[in-house]
């Protein structure tokens, strides 16, 4: 740091271009990450990382208006300070007053979005890197609370790992950031301000799925006790009615008009109380996503048509809707179901969204669906959002197995552990009986456990367990600090094959 102070003047006196070519010095014991050199006033800011974190580095003549914004150990005299500032709260929110491009920002306008949902606030440089060469725009913070309780973070925590990667990357294009699957008003509010601005509304428990099965003479009895002006507008607008939606004609009998009435009508009530609030609080910079994804059986394209005709009768903005889709949409894996079948039913999903308000339908546990990414992308005409997590957690799995082979063993054991408790939480059908087992496999063989379905899904559903072990926990960060570099590469690619194969244009 020393040998930093020794020509900052110097380094202050040049451009952006001449200080990254300068601005590390032989034998330090750190180095910059070149993207992030940035020149303000009288100071320059910089993410620099050593053996063991990264941290902001502002440096500065005379003590300018934006050294004092940041907290740390300053060293120096008083006409040239540097100072090394930890990766906190409090030096994120500077981060983000002095440089507000860093800070998350709502996507209405954005025609493609992707879900990239980083757990361990250190994959968002590769995203970054792919998004880069497509015209997408990443939200790159994305985690639902589920995520939060099994990885001991908060919304907080999320965004401001995020900002100091947006950072690192020198990303000035703006990207978004999603509170996932938020089911009250108090979660959402926890998700606000911590500037999430997009909002998953979930309303798998508030509407009532059951009645999806419920027999006839149920669902009569259960419409009857509606309001006698609800059920008027019911029967006028949706009864026997056969809908053309573009390309696709959608019929609604009677039977399925009441049944819609049953299951949303609480439900959509709800989501137009929490638009209401939204509005309130953020007055048009949100994006409300609807989901009915996680529920037991897919989304028949008439109820499809049934919520965006009430959403819009009530006036809730909604940017995307998520419907569940018909096949299995499993963590980690391709799709899995009739091809053909879905191609069919997408093409509706797709046609009812864009004759109703031309919102994104949005596609959950949607990594390496590699299978139905053409179909999406053509179909919606790439006006879509597509949610991604847990694949870039096998990004940084795959690279502890290549690198680490005692501590991928000790994570694989640990998965197998924890794999029934966590079947609970995550629906998946791999058989973990056809995994090897890992003592008997040699270390170059472990890698290619990344590529098995089965030991995909087992590590997949365990990165909670993983994450909160005591002897697992700080070696795994230690080597993910080591080997970043090929992280982000692994990311990269991976994300690079999901845009590619969507039919995203590139830039
Ligand atoms: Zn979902």
């Not at 941290?55 to 060293?75: H, M, N, Q, Y």
């Not at 009998?253 to 609480?266: E, I, N, P, Q, S």
Request: charged share 25%; with cysteine.
């Amino acid at each position: 740091m020393e040998k930093i102070l020794e020509n900052a003047a110097t380094l202050l006196a040049s451009s952006e271009n001449n200080i990254r070519q300068n601005i590390d010095h032989p034998g330090s014991a750190f180095s910059f990450y070149s993207d992030s050199i940035n020149k303000i006033g009288d100071s320059i800011v910089a993410m620099a990382r050593d053996s063991k974190s990264r941290f902001l580095v502002v440096i500065s003549s005379c003590d300018d208006e934006t050294i004092v914004e940041f907290t740390g150990d300053r060293i120096g005299t008083d006409e040239i300070a540097a100072k090394i500032c930890p990766l906190n709260a409090a030096n994120a929110k500077a981060l983000r007053k002095v440089f507000p491009w860093t800070a998350p920002i709502s996507l209405r306008d954005r025609k493609t979005t992707v879900g990239c949902g980083d757990r361990l606030g250190c994959a968002t440089v590769g995203h970054i890197a792919a998004a880069k060469e497509f015209q997408v725009t990443p939200v790159l913070a994305q985690q639902s609370i589920r995520e939060l309780a099994l990885t001991g973070r908060t919304y907080r925590d999320v965004v401001d790992d995020t900002c100091f990667m947006v950072f690192q990357a020198g990303y000035k294009d703006g990207y978004g950031a999603d509170g996932d699957h938020l089911k009250t008003i108090d979660d959402i509010d926890v998700a606000l301000a911590a500037d999430m601005l997009m909002i998953t509304l979930d309303l798998s428990d508030i509407m009532n799925a059951a009645a999806g099965d419920w027999p006839r003479s149920e669902i009569d009895a259960a419409f009857d006790k509606l309001p006698e002006g609800t059920k008027q507008h019911i029967i006028d607008t949706y009864a026997d009615k056969t809908f053309t939606v573009k390309s696709s004609k959608v019929n609604i009998d009677a039977a399925t008009a009441k049944r819609c009435a049953v299951m949303y009508l609480g439900a959509l009530d709800y989501a137009a109380t929490v638009h209401e609030h939204l509005a309130e609080r953020r007055g048009n910079k949100f994006d409300l996503e609807v989901s009915i994804d996680e529920t037991t059986s897919p989304t028949l394209p008439s109820h499809h048509l049934f919520i965006a005709k009430e959403l819009l009768l009530r006036n809730v903005e909604f940017t995307s809707l998520a419907p569940r889709f018909i096949g299995e949409f499993q963590k980690g894996i391709d799709y899995i179901g009739d091809k053909a079948e879905f191609d069919r039913q997408f093409r509706v999903h797709a046609d009812i969204a864009q004759a109703n308000g031309d919102y994104k339908v949005s596609i959950h546990s949607g990594s390496d669906k590699f299978m139905v990414y053409p179909t999406i992308g053509e179909m919606t005409d790439m006006r879509l959002h597509l949610k991604t997590a847990g694949t870039s957690w096998l990004e940084a799995v795959r690279v502890i197995a290549q690198h680490d082979p005692v501590l991928y063993r000790s994570m694989h054991k640990c998965s197998l552990d924890n794999f029934a408790a966590m079947q609970e939480l995550y629906h998946i059908t791999a058989d973990i009986n056809k995994i090897a087992d890992v003592d008997s496999l040699k270390d170059e063989e472990l890698p290619a456990l990344m590529e098995q379905l089965e030991a995909r899904q087992l590590l997949h559903i365990t990165y909670g367990p993983i994450l909160n072990d005591k002897v697992i926990r700080p070696l795994f960060f230690a080597a993910m600090h080591k080997f970043e570099k090929e992280y982000h590469q692994g990311i990269y690619k991976h994300f690079y094959k999901h845009l590619n194969l969507l039919g995203v244009p590139k830039r």
